[in-house]
Structures are given as structure tokens and as C-alpha cells.
């Protein structure tokens, strides 16, 4: 027996359980320019209210406050942290007159360095107040260091293991990155991976929120927006309550320029730029302490209260100010009205009400509009809650109020304790966020639809998106006769095996060129490889296979396919305009890779796979089926672009209508049907069949024929020798096989010859080449006219035979099912132009609309982008078969037979024994695993668990090894395992994705994580 392969289960429904029951939870806040430290313990929580203890950070005044500035000072060696906040501050003050201070670090406001400096690597490095630098790593961890330490003061009745940390950060350091950053910073200051949580300000008060709320009125299922009113950026977000405890992101996070910018600016305006650049260069630390008491002057101001604003002015500034107004001789960037509202009275300069009123106005504006601005896309939002520093502002909150007067807002403003209390509510267990998933958020989405015939690649960007999903960039391909939106699937690689000659109409026309000096021996030339991943169920795929060239010699598949898309996505990004180039972070683009929705799961991995060797990040990857992807393409096409026999469209069909798709393409034809749902979603009702006798099969057909006619020694010798003339036998083909059936046509399909073929034919058999017929069971339908060979449309025809009686067959059966009610065919894929496949459809079924979009081929290209877009648009699968794994059953004696019986260190066991997770035909909704099941161990020594998976047509298989196949495995490790028979896995499988994904935690170490499961040999 394999070791390593046991375990028995359990099963438990529902997401997986907490390990552990944190008895404190840790709030570390970092704002923008401040920072908190709060906890509270489980007793506190459970009182109903959330009571949190704050650190109270002492002001050089003496006065508490909870907010310290995210100021540090450390030590010369840049080592040891000496000094945070208030104190760092003020430790400082005396280094400076002593003039020691340069010795030392200082950094101000870490947040706002950390976000102007970050990039996604670790050598990311912070400048001190004196141009020193210390990596940004270093100063983070020392300053969550002094956090842990601060904590561990002031609960020391507390065990480390006992606490949570919960970490709140600025919406901007998720959107650059930084998150993985805190999390190492506080892994280097030694909190248990396991005891921490890395979560945004927004995400912290949204769960605040809806706890305060859900006390006065239950909110699940409601959408709310909230907004991060902050000085630097306005963050908006929309996010639905869907339990209590989780709220789950709507909207991906959007960030603005904040008012406190705007606010800044206009105080200096006020009183005179340039004399308050000049001051703040003198004496900068006067500068700063004058502006914030006007921020806070600004905080307490109402317009229609306040009377008169009045500011105490440090002297030389005041000086400058007074003789300005005496001699009515302004600075050069303010207006004289401004002076009017200005007067000085002793030390102070007092402002009227209406002059502050308009200096705080443009801010609270410019917050309002982009407030607006984001409830124009959140129609279906009907509480707006605000907080952040800025929302403390009155006049802001009258405004937000007065504009959004029939909506419901709330403002926590005044409660900077909000995020504290929602990093709380994490930490103890009780809330959780369910984040959209960022990689599908990329500003563009570039999609590659490798075809068996023709390849191509498309990008659209996302905003562009929202307002036509169909708008997509892609490229014009020159055949030398016309220009089309893909490219055939062939590719020329160098006599190293290693180097991409060219791809395409370009590699057939370099390959022709070689051939005709003879030179084309030495190159690689593959065309039409995608079929040699096309497995059946239980066939394994070989990650080493190769591919025979068009002259028999050999190159790894995966090689061969990591080019080709490494070609179209090279090929992609050069076309990108500089202008995306500036703004777009390449690494960012999200990629959409289509596969046809019949292959197995080990083809989908290789080409996964060969997207990775090919430069694409594996979470950047997207792996779409084609016919969801054209169906999703014509749900979003305008009604003009489709032709039907009664003028019904896919996007004009309503709510709970089912159609089927028939994605007919070169390689394989691929059958589903699908059920308009709401919000223009679509869910599978019948899950794929179909195969692989695609519009090549009439090739092969074709080639056949001709392959008896003139002998395949013959016809190999040509391949070989002449191949510039076989290439063009092909590319007429490919034209003439467009024609056959067209009304346009005559009957006949006539083909020009090579000479070069007649004569090797003439030179090999010894014949006149009119013979060819002599001994051929179609010499009726045949005749050659010298150069020229001419088929009757009734032998041309029956090359299609096999396909469409096939494919009109699959049909009929899918149609007949009990569960489908099919009103419509969609027929997409290059082939489903064909005249003779429509007819066979249209007249096959009647009374059921058959709609063929304008452009068949290109529907999968431009469908990959709106998946990629949003991945969540196909909300339901349906199971193709019954999946589960081996496992192991106690053994009884009667029921299980004796030649499964052996012992384990659990006792007499059955094995093979099936244990189902999902059954064929199930719908199952996208993105929840479908079962989560526990595993344990049934030898001591395992030092891991394998699990193998098998799929079957059976709904209820009993062992494995009867009629189920093993489609793959993955192992878990168990670390430092005891032995104990015990220890569990909790393993959770999501079939409804368009690949199979496992994730498993172990209960014992609390490590939770996605297993990758090898589909391949
Ligand atoms: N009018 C037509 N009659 C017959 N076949 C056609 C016609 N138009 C296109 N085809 C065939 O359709 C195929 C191209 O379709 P498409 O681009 O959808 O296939 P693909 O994406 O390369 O293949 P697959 O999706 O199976 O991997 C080619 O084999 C082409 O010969
Ligand atoms: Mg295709």
C-alpha cells in the first residue's frame, strides 16, 4: 500500500471552524499621519457593548489623547526604537539642542512615507527627517514591536497565545501592495502568523457598523455604502451585510484625493502663499503647529454659530501679515476680497465667518462631488456611512446630509474609536470580511483564445467596461488577402528548438519561403497541436509529451505551447499604447486563457502551466471555458448584431429563458445550455458534451481522399519536399471549404494541383496522372482537367457528414432531457458559419430559434474579457460527473468483501472505498466549495496525508477501482506530526470553478491553505 495514503473522515458542513478562542483582542491602527492601540478582552465584548481600553499617549502639554502622531525616533545603530509618538517628539527636541539629533533616526508620519516610497519588493527604504535611510521593513517592525510591548504591559495576565492582533491599515496601502508588508513587519515582530489579521480602515468600521446598527434594526442582505473620509484620500467602498458578523465587498475599493489636501491648500491661500511658504521654510515646526490649529479651528466650525475665527499668529508671520493690510500691498496668489475678511487684533488675526466659510468650502465640495460621483454606479445603496478625520468636519456633514437627503447616513466621525471596535470584533472571532477577489480587478483584462485553427488575443479596459462590455481591443491579422481578428494556429520555431522564428500567417508564409530554398528541414514547424490535449475522462496527460513537427521530429508539447502564448502575450503588450504603459503596472494585467468546457482537468493544468513558463502569474490567471465565454458575449451583444429567423437574441431573451450554446470551432465541438439569470448573469442547466470532430474533421476528410488517390508515398514525399505547394493546397482548401453549400458557389469544388505533386506522382508510380482516378471508388464523382481537380458537392458535402450528424445527434439527446426547455440555439465558433451545419440545425429543429451572431469566430476572444472582468457571471455549474476520493472504511465483515480487508494502525480497515463529494448532474453554485470533510490519519509514522481523486459517471460509486478513474492526487503535509490518530484536516473541494480547487486547513496548526492537485503524470 502507498504510504502516506490514510485516513478515515468525518463530515461537517459549513465553513471551516476557529481553532482557537482568542481571550484579547489587539487593535493597532495605522492612520495616515496617526496611530492607536486598543484592546479588549472576550469578557468586555461579551457584555453586549464592545468596551475597548485605549492607550492614552501623553501631549507635551499634558493633556491625554488616544491618537499619537506616527512619529519614531530610533537609535543610532538603527536598531532599537527609542522613542514613539508624542515622546519620540519631543525626545527629539531636546537631541536638537543638544545637537545630537542627527545622530539618530527620525521618521514623521511612517504611513504617508511608507506609501511614497513602496514597491512590491523588500528593499523598500524610508528617509529620515536628515536624508538617512533605514529599510521600511526595519522601522515597522520595531515600531509594532513597541506596540506588542505596550501591550504585554498592560495585560500581563494574558499569554501570548491567549491574544489577537488585528492590524488596521489606510485603504492605500492595500491598493499599492502593502499589505503582505505589514504582515512580514509583524511576523519580524514576532506575532504568531496565526494570531493576526491584516484589514483596512473601511473594512474595520464597516463590521462596527453593522454590529452598532444591528441592535436597532436587523441590515443582513442590505447594501450600504461607507466612506473613508481621511485628510489624504477619500476611500469609498459598497459592502453587503450577508450574515451578522460578515460583510461581504460589493464594489472593489475606490480611492480619491482627500478634502484635507484641498483644506491645506486653501489655507495658505488665505493667508498669502508665498508669505506662508517663506515662513514654513524658516521655521517649519511653528508652521505645522499653526496649521493644525487651523485644521482644528476648521473642525469646530459652524457657519452659522461660529461668529468670528480668531488665531493666534506667531510673530514674524503677523508682522509680515500687518504690514501688508496697512499698505493694502498683497502677495501675489491672493485676492484683495480676501483681505477683507482679515483683520488683526494684537497677536491674533481674526476671519470672519463667511471668509472661512469659503476657504472650507471647496474641500467639503470636492468630497460631496466624489461622494456623488460614486452613488451614481450604487443605485441599490440606501445608508451611506461616513467617517475618517474629515467627517468630522460640521460643514461637511451638513453637506453629505442636504445631498443625499433621501438616504439613510451615518456618520462616525466624531467616533475615532470605530475602527478600533471593528478590529475588535475580528479579533475575537466575531466578524469577517469576504473581500472581492483583487486579482480580478485589474485596469485591463487581456484574453487569448488558443483555437485548435485559429488563435488570437484581446484586451479591454475596465474603464471602458462598465459602459460596453462587448468593447474590446484585438488585433487585425494580415493573411495577404484580407484581415482577421485571429491568426492560425501554427508557429515556426528555430533550428534550437528554443526560439520563436514567427506565429501565424507569418509562420506559413516563413515556412513557405524556407521550404522553397529547401531550408525548412532544420525548423520547427507545428500547426493545429491544441487536439493533442484532447484526452478522455480517465486518460492521463503526460506533462513530457511531445509533438510531432510537420516533418516528423519531436519537441515537448509544453515547450511548444509556452511559446505559442508566450507569442500572443509579447505580442499583446506590444500593442498596448504607451499611454496604458505610464499608469498600468504590467504585472497587473489580469489574463484570461480559453479552454473548451469538455477538456479533463489535466488539460486544463497544462495549459496553465504552459501560461506560467509563458510569463503569466498563476494568480493572474484566469482559465475560461469557450462556450460560457461566447454566451456571455452574445447575452452582451446589441440585438443588431445577430441574425436569427425570428429576430430573438440572446441579449433580448428574459430572465429564466434556457439556450442552447453550440460552440462549433476547428478542433472540438463543445455543447451546453445555459439559463439567462438575473442581473444578465448565466447559469449552466446542462453541463458540457461534445468532442472533438470540429470543422477539421472535414479537413482530415479531405486529406484522405486525397492520400488514396495519389498513395501516401506519394503524398509524404510531397509533405516533405514540396511543402511551400502542400501549404498552398491547404490555404485553398481552407477558402474553397467556406464556399461548399454557399449559394453563391457553383456546385462543383475545383482545386488547382501542383505540378510538383503531379510529377512526383508520375515519377513514382509510373503513371499519367489522370489515372489517379483509375482505382478510386469516387471516380464518379471526381474528374481532373489537367492542372485542375474537380469534386461533385455531393462527395464535398459528405466530408461534413460525420461533424454535423454528430453534433446534430448530441443535440437532439441534450434537447429530449426532462430538466432543459430549451427555446434557443446559439450557434458560435468559426464553424457554425457553415451553411450546411446551419441548415442541418435549423432544419432539425423546428420551432426553435437558431441565432448565429454576426462574428461566430470571435465571440470566445471577446467573452474571455467579460469573464475576466467578472468571474462571478456564471453563477451555477453543473456537475459532469461524481467526484470524490479514496478513503478508508472500518471494515465489516458481510458488507465490504475480503479482498479490500487490511490492517491499519486503526484496526481491520476496507479500502478503495469512494468517498463522494459531489455527484454528476448537481448544480452547484459558484465559488462555495461543495463540501467541507475532515480527515484523519490511520498510521502512526504518516508524516502526510495523499489523497487521490476520482471522477466517475456513476452517481453513487462504491470503491474506486469500479468504474470510477483516478484523475489526480495531492498530498498534504502533516507537520510535526505525534502520532496521534486523532489529528485532523479539514479539506474543502470547489468544483463549481472552472478548475477543481482544494483548499485544507489542519486543526492542529491552524495552517490553512490551497493544495494544488497534480491532474498530470
Ligand atoms: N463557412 C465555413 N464552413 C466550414 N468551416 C468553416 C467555415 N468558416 C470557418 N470554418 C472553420 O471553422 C474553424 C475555425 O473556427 P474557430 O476559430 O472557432 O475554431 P478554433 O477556435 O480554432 O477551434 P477550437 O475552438 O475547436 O479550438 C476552422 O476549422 C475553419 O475552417
Ligand atoms: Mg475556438
Same mark, same amino acid.
Given at each position: 500500500m502507498e504510504k502516506g495514503k490514510q485516513f478515515e473522515q468525518h463530515t461537517k458542513q459549513g465553513g471551516p471552524p476557529r481553532l482557537t478562542q482568542p481571550l484579547i483582542a489587539v487593535a493597532i491602527e495605522f492612520n495616515m499621519e496617526t496611530s492607536r492601540l486598543a484592546f479588549c478582552t472576550r469578557d468586555d465584548y461579551n457584555e453586549g457593548r464592545i468596551r475597548i481600553k485605549c492607550k492614552q499617549w501623553s501631549k507635551c502639554d499634558n493633556l491625554l489623547t488616544i491618537s499619537a502622531p506616527s512619529t519614531v525616533i530610533i537609535t543610532p545603530d538603527g536598531k532599537t526604537l527609542h522613542g514613539y509618538g508624542y515622546d519620540a517628539e519631543s525626545f527629539y527636541d531636546d537631541l536638537e539642542l543638544e545637537n545630537e539629533h542627527v545622530q539618530y533616526y527620525i521618521f514623521k508620519n511612517i504611513s504617508i512615507k511608507l506609501v511614497k516610497s513602496f514597491k512590491e519588493t523588500n528593499d523598500v527604504h524610508l528617509i529620515d527627517e536628515n536624508g538617512k535611510t533605514l529599510p521600511a521593513l526595519t522601522v515597522f517592525t520595531l515600531v509594532i514591536k513597541f506596540f506588542k510591548t505596550e501591550i504585554q504591559r498592560h495585560c #500581563?495576565?494574558? &499569554? #501570548? #497565545?491567549?491574544k489577537y492582533y488585528v492590524i488596521i491599515v489606510p485603504e492605500k496601502f492595500q491598493e499599492i501592495g502593502a499589505i503582505d508588508f505589514i504582515r512580514t513587519a509583524a511576523l519580524e515582530a514576532e506575532i504568531n502568523v496565526k494570531q493576526l489579521a491584516v484589514v483596512t480602515e473601511i473594512d474595520a468600521v464597516s463590521l462596527f457598523h453593522q454590529k452598532e446598527t444591528h441592535n436597532q434594526k436587523s441590515i443582513i442582505g442590505k447594501k450600504f455604502m461607507i466612506v473613508n473620509a481621511g485628510s489624504y484620500f477619500t476611500t469609498f467602498v459598497v459592502h453587503e451585510s450577508?450574515? &451578522? $458578523?460578515i460583510v461581504k465587498e460589493s464594489t472593489a475599493v475606490e480611492i480619491k484625493e482627500g478634502g484635507g489636501k484641498v483644506l491645506k491648500k486653501a489655507f495658505k491661500k488665505l493667508f498669502g502663499q508665498d508669505r506662508c511658504m517663506k515662513f514654513k521654510s524658516e521655521s517649519k515646526r511653528e508652521w505645522l503647529q499653526l496649521k493644525n490649529k487651523f485644521l482644528q479651528k476648521a473642525f469646530l466650525f459652524y457657519p452659522l454659530t461660529t461668529s468670528i475665527v480668531r488665531m493666534k499668529f506667531p510673530s514674524p508671520l503677523l508682522q509680515d501679515l500687518k504690514k501688508d493690510l496697512r499698505s493694502k500691498k498683497?502677495?501675489?496668489?491672493?485676492?484683495? #476680497?480676501?483681505f477683507k475678511g482679515i483683520s488683526v487684533s494684537s497677536d491674533k488675526v481674526c476671519v470672519t465667518t463667511e471668509l472661512m466659510q469659503t476657504t472650507i468650502d471647496p474641500s467639503v465640495q470636492r468630497v460631496i462631488y466624489d461622494i456623488n460621483q460614486a452613488m451614481l454606479t450604487s443605485a441599490d445603496v440606501d445608508t451611506v456611512v461616513v467617517f475618517g478625520e474629515f467627517a468630522k468636519l460640521p460643514m461637511l456633514k451638513n453637506g453629505v446630509n442636504k445631498t443625499l437627503f433621501n438616504k439613510d447616513v451615518v456618520f462616525y466621525g466624531d467616533d475615532i474609536e470605530a475602527a478600533l471596535k471593528g478590529a475588535v470584533i475580528i479579533g475575537l472571532g466575531f466578524g469577517q470580511i469576504e473581500k472581492i477577489d483583487m486579482a480580478h480587478n485589474s485596469a485591463i483584462v487581456a484574453a487569448i483564445?488558443? $483555437?485548435?485553427?485559429f488563435s488570437g488575443w484581446a484586451y479591454s479596459l475596465r474603464a471602458n467596461f462598465d459602459s460596453d462590455r462587448t468593447k474590446a481591443v484585438t488585433k487585425h491579422w494580415n493573411s495577404g488577402s484580407c484581415q482577421t481578428e485571429k491568426t492560425p494556429t501554427c508557429i515556426l520555431i528555430g533550428p534550437d528548438g528554443k526560439t520563436v522564428e514567427a506565429f501565424g500567417y507569418e509562420a506559413e508564409e516563413k515556412y513557405q519561403e524556407l521550404a522553397a530554398k529547401e531550408k525548412h528541414k532544420d525548423f520547427y514547424y507545428f500547426k493545429r497541436f491544441k487536439m493533442s490535449l484532447n484526452i478522455k475522462l480517465g486518460e492521463k496527460l503526460d506533462r513530457n509529451i511531445t509533438l510531432e513537427d510537420a516533418m516528423n521530429r519531436p519537441l515537448r508539447a509544453m515547450d511548444v505551447f509556452a511559446m505559442s502564448i508566450k507569442f500572443l502575450k509579447d505580442d499583446m503588450l506590444g500593442f498596448l499604447p504607451n499611454k496604458h504603459i505610464g499608469y498600468i503596472n504590467l504585472d497587473d494585467i489580469h489574463w484570461v486563457l480559453t479552454v473548451p468546457a469538455i477538456w479533463t482537468d489535466g488539460s486544463k493544468q497544462f495549459m496553465r502551466e504552459a501560461a506560467i513558463m509563458a510569463g503569466i502569474k498563476t494568480k493572474r490567471l484566469t482559465i475560461a471555458l469557450e462556450p460560457e465565454a461566447a454566451s456571455m458575449f452574445c447575452r452582451n451583444l446589441p440585438i443588431q448584431a445577430t441574425t436569427s429567423n425570428t429576430g430573438v437574441t440572446i441579449s433580448s431573451l428574459s430572465t429564466g429563458t434556457q439556450y442552447l450554446v453550440l460552440d462549433a470551432g476547428g478542433g472540438t465541438i463543445d455543447i451546453t445550455v445555459h439559463e439567462v439569470d438575473n442581473d444578465n448573469n448565466i447559469k449552466e442547466i446542462h453541463a458540457s458534451s461534445g468532442g472533438g470532430w470540429g470543422s477539421t474533421i472535414v479537413d482530415k476528410q479531405f486529406e484522405r481522399l486525397l492520400v488514396t488517390l495519389v498513395s501516401s508515398d506519394v503524398y509524404e514525399q510531397f509533405k516533405r519536399h514540396n511543402a511551400d505547394d502542400w501549404l498552398d493546397i491547404w490555404r485553398d482548401f481552407e477558402v474553397k471549404k467556406r464556399q461548399i453549400s454557399s449559394p453563391f458557389s457553383d456546385s462543383q469544388l475545383r482545386m488547382r494541383i501542383p505540378s510538383l505533386l503531379i510529377q512526383r506522382y508520375v515519377l513514382v508510380t509510373k503513371e499519367e496522372f489522370a489515372n489517379v482516378l483509375k482505382n478510386s471508388k469516387n471516380s464518379n464523382d471526381i474528374e481532373i482537367v489537367r492542372d485542375k481537380i474537380n469534386f461533385s458537392s455531393e462527395l464535398a458535402r459528405s466530408w461534413f457528414k460525420t461533424s454535423v450528424d454528430k453534433t446534430v445527434h448530441m443535440i437532439k439527446d441534450i434537447i429530449a432531457k426532462r430538466h432543459v426547455n430549451v427555446s434557443a440555439i446559439l450557434m458560435v465558433g468559426g464553424f457554425s458559419e457553415s451553411l450546411i451545419l446551419q441548415n442541418a440545425v435549423k432544419s432539425g429543429f423546428n420551432g426553435i430559434d437558431v441565432i448565429v451572431p454576426d462574428e461566430t469566430s470571435g465571440c470566445v476572444l471577446k467573452g474571455a474579457l467579460i469573464f475576466g472582468h &467578472?468571474?462571478? /457571471? /456564471?453563477t451555477e455549474r453543473v456537475l459532469k460527473y461524481t467526484y470524490g476520493i479514496e478513503t478508508f472504511d472500518m471494515f465489516v465483515p458481510g458488507r465490504h468483501p475480503l479482498s479490500k480487508r487490511i490492517i491499519t494502525d486503526k484496526g481491520t480497515v476496507c479500502q478503495k472505498v469512494f468517498s463522494k463529494h459531489a455527484e454528476v448532474d448537481q448544480k452547484v453554485k459558484v465559488g462555495e466549495p461543495q463540501v467541507w470533510r475532515t480527515y484523519s490519519p490511520q498510521f502512526k509514522s504518516q508524516k502526510q496525508m495523499s489523497f487521490s481523486v476520482f471522477a466517475s459517471?456513476?452517481?453513487?460509486?462504491?470503491?474506486?477501482?469500479? $468504474?470510477?478513474? &483516478?484523475?489526480g492526487n495531492l498530498q498534504i503535509d502533516l507537520e510535526d506530526h505525534n502520532g496521534a490518530l486523532d489529528r485532523e484536516v479539514l479539506v474543502a473541494f470547489t468544483f463549481s470553478g472552472t478548475e477543481i480547487v482544494v483548499e485544507a486547513k489542519d486543526m492542529k496548526t491552524g495552517n490553512q491553505s490551497i493544495v494544488a492537485v497534480d491532474f498530470l503524470e
Open positions: #500581563e495576565q494574558y &499569554l #501570548e #497565545e491567549d450577508t450574515d &451578522l $458578523g498683497f502677495s501675489s496668489t491672493q485676492k484683495s #476680497e480676501t483564445d488558443f $483555437g485548435t485553427t &467578472l468571474p462571478k /457571471v /456564471v459517471d456513476r452517481p453513487n460509486p462504491i470503491y474506486t477501482d469500479e $468504474g470510477c478513474s &483516478l484523475i
